[in-house]
C-alpha cells in the first residue's frame, strides 16, 4: 500500500446500510468525518437521504437525521462514486446463514470487496466490519488483487463490529474495545485516526493478525450464546430440584469472574446474530477439524432451541394438555425488547406453534407488530395490552418489554378468563401477579412442572456422541 496519509481527515465510504452500516455511517459522521453509505436498494437510500430509518433503533434517526442535514452524511447507490470520493472503505454487508447449511453465505461480502477494489480511483484502505468465517478475510486479499486499477493500492483490513441491537449507537460510539485485525503499521496510523475519539476516551485497542480479529467477533457471539445456554440448562436443574434460578444468576453475578450479564434464563436468544453466528462458527469448526469446539456448540443451540419446546409444554401444562380452539395472548414478537427485528424470534417461533396446534394467537408489541406481521400473517395482532389480554385463557410473556412487567395485574386478571401467565423471561413481579389472582408459571422455578425421565435424556444427550448415559 502506498501513502495514506492525507493532508484532509480520512474521508469515508460504508458500504452496506443495514442495522450496522447505517449505524456505522452515523457514527462515523458523528465523529466528524465525511461520510457517504452505499445500499444497493433504492427505498433504503431514498429513506436514509431524508434521515428515516427504516427499522427502530433507538437515537438511531435523530444522529441521522443531524448529519444528513449537516452535509457531512449522503447515501446512495452509486458505490462507483462513493469509493471515488473516500478514502477508508467499510464493508457492512450482511453475512446470513444459508439456506441449505448452517455455513455463513459469503456472496455479498465477496461482491461489496471486489466492487469497491474495482471502483478505487486512488490508494485506498478497505476495512471489512461484516461478521465472517475465520479465513475470509485473508481469501478476499487475494480476490481483490484482480479487480484493482493499474497503479492503485489498497489494503484489505478486518475491524469486527460488536453493536447490539437498541443500544447500537452507544455501543458504536463507546465501544468496549477496538479490533485492528492484519493492519500495517501505515493502516493502523489510519484507523487509529478514524477511531481516534474513542481511543482518546480510554477505549482500549487490539492490533492483531486477520484471523484472530474475525474470531474475535464470532468467539464473543458464542460465549454470550454458552452463556444463556448454561443458565437455561441451570434452570432446568432448578425445576426438578425445587430451586431458584434467578436467586442463582444474582448470586453467580456477584462473581466477578462471572458477572450477571446474560444470565437471565427464560425463551432464550434469537436475533439477526447469536443464531447465526453459532451455527456458521459451528459448521467452520467442523471444517477447520475443531470438533470439540463445534460439539461446544451443537449443544449450546440445542439448549437453546429446546426452551421453545419448553415454553410450549408448560403452556399445555397450564392449558389441561391442549390449546385447541383456546385463545391465548403472546406479548411481544421482537426477539429482545427495544428493538422491531423480529429475525429468529423465540417469541414469534412459540405464537406460531401454538397456533399450528390449534390455539387462537393474539400476539401484542409495543414496536414490533408490523415486521410480526409480515412473517406471521396467519397469527392475530393486537395494538395494546388490554386488547390482546382480554378473553385469554393464558397469556404468556415472551419478550421482556417495560410495559409488561409495568402493567397492572389486577386489571390485566378481570379482562381474561383464566388468569393463567406464562413468564417466559422471567420479567414479571411473580409476588403481584400471583396477589393479584393469576397462576404463574416461570422457567427455573419451582412451580413449574418437573421433566418426564425421557425429557432428562433427551436434553442431555450430546449430539456428536449421541446420548449420554444417565441413570434418569
Ligand atoms: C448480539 C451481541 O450482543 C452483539 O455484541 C453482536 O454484535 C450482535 O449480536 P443482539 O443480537 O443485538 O447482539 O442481541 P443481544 O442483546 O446479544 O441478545 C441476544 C438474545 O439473547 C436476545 O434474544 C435476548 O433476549 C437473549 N438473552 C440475552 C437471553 O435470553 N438472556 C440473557 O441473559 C441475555
Not at 467499510?90 to 453465505?105: D, H, M
Not at 482500549?204 to 480479529?213: E, F, K
Not at 397469556?395 to 409495568?406: G, H, I, Q, R, S
Amino acid at each position: 500500500m502506498t501513502d495514506h496519509t492525507t493532508v484532509h481527515a480520512p474521508r469515508i465510504s460504508v458500504i452496506g446500510t443495514g442495522y450496522l452500516g447505517a449505524t456505522h455511517a452515523a457514527a462515523m459522521a458523528e465523529m466528524g468525518f465525511d461520510v457517504v453509505g452505499v445500499d444497493t436498494d433504492p427505498a433504503k437510500v431514498e429513506a436514509l437521504s431524508h434521515g428515516d430509518v427504516p427499522f427502530f433503533e433507538p437515537g438511531l434517526p435523530e444522529l441521522l437525521q443531524r448529519h444528513v442535514e449537516t452535509g457531512r452524511l449522503r447515501f446512495t447507490t452509486d458505490l462507483a462514486d462513493a469509493v471515488a470520493v473516500s478514502d477508508v472503505h467499510f464493508i457492512c454487508v450482511g453475512t446470513p446463514q444459508q439456506t441449505t447449511s448452517f455455513a455463513a453465505n459469503l456472496s455479498y461480502v465477496e461482491e461489496a470487496t471486489r466492487s469497491v477494489a474495482a471502483a478505487l480511483t486512488h490508494d485506498g484502505l478497505i476495512v471489512g466490519k461484516s461478521t465472517v468465517p475465520v479465513g475470509t478475510a485473508a481469501r478476499l486479499r487475494s480476490l481483490i488483487v484482480p479487480a484493482l486499477p493499474e497503479q492503485v493500492h489498497a489494503e484489505l483490513v478486518w475491524n469486527p463490529e460488536f453493536l447490539r441491537e437498541g443500544k447500537a449507537v452507544d455501543d458504536t460510539l463507546h465501544p468496549d474495545r477496538i479490533v485492528f485485525g492484519g493492519a500495517s503499521a501505515e493502516a493502523e496510523a489510519l484507523l487509529r485516526a478514524v477511531y481516534a475519539l474513542p481511543i482518546a476516551a480510554g477505549t482500549p485497542v487490539v492490533a492483531c493478525d486477520l484471523p484472530t480479529a474475525e474470531l474475535v467477533k464470532v468467539s464473543a457471539n458464542a460465549f454470550l450464546a454458552t452463556k444463556i445456554s448454561f443458565i437455561n440448562a441451570i434452570s432446568e436443574i432448578c425445576e426438578a430440584a425445587d430451586a431458584d434460578v434467578e436467586q442463582i444468576a444474582e448470586a453467580l453475578g456477584y462473581d466477578a469472574r462471572i458477572g450477571r450479564q446474560f444470565l437471565n434464563a427464560g425463551l432464550g436468544f434469537g436475533g439477526g446474530c447469536l443464531p447465526k453466528d453459532i451455527r456458521a462458527l459451528m459448521h467452520r469448526s467442523a471444517e477447520l477439524g475443531a470438533f470439540s469446539a463445534a460439539s461446544l456448540l451443537q449443544q449450546v443451540d440445542e439448549i437453546n432451541m429446546g426452551q421453545r419446546q419448553r415454553v410450549i409444554d408448560t403452556t399445555l401444562d397450564a392449558l389441561g394438555g391442549s390449546v385447541l380452539n383456546r385463545r391465548i395472548a403472546v406479548l411481544g414478537a421482537a426477539f429482545k425488547p427495544h428493538t422491531d427485528d423480529v429475525r429468529d424470534s423465540p417469541a414469534l417461533n412459540v405464537a406460531a406453534a401454538l397456533h399450528l396446534r390449534g390455539a387462537q394467537v393474539v400476539v401484542y408489541d409495543p414496536e414490533a407488530g408490523t415486521t410480526a406481521k409480515r412473517v406471521y400473517p396467519t397469527l392475530g395482532y393486537a395494538e395494546d395490552v388490554e386488547t390482546a389480554v382480554r378473553g385469554t385463557d393464558a397469556v404468556l410473556v415472551l419478550t421482556e418489554w417495560p410495559e409488561f412487567a409495568e402493567a397492572d395485574p389486577a386489571a390485566l386478571a378481570r379482562l381474561t378468563r383464566g388468569a393463567q401467565v406464562i413468564d417466559g423471561r422471567n420479567c414479571l413481579p411473580a409476588e403481584e401477579w400471583e396477589e393479584a389472582g393469576w397462576t404463574v408459571s416461570r422457567l427455573g422455578h419451582a412451580r413449574f412442572s418437573a421433566p418426564q425421565p425421557e425429557r432428562v435424556l433427551r436434553s442431555v444427550g450430546t449430539a456428536s456422541r449421541g446420548r449420554l448415559l444417565v441413570d434418569a
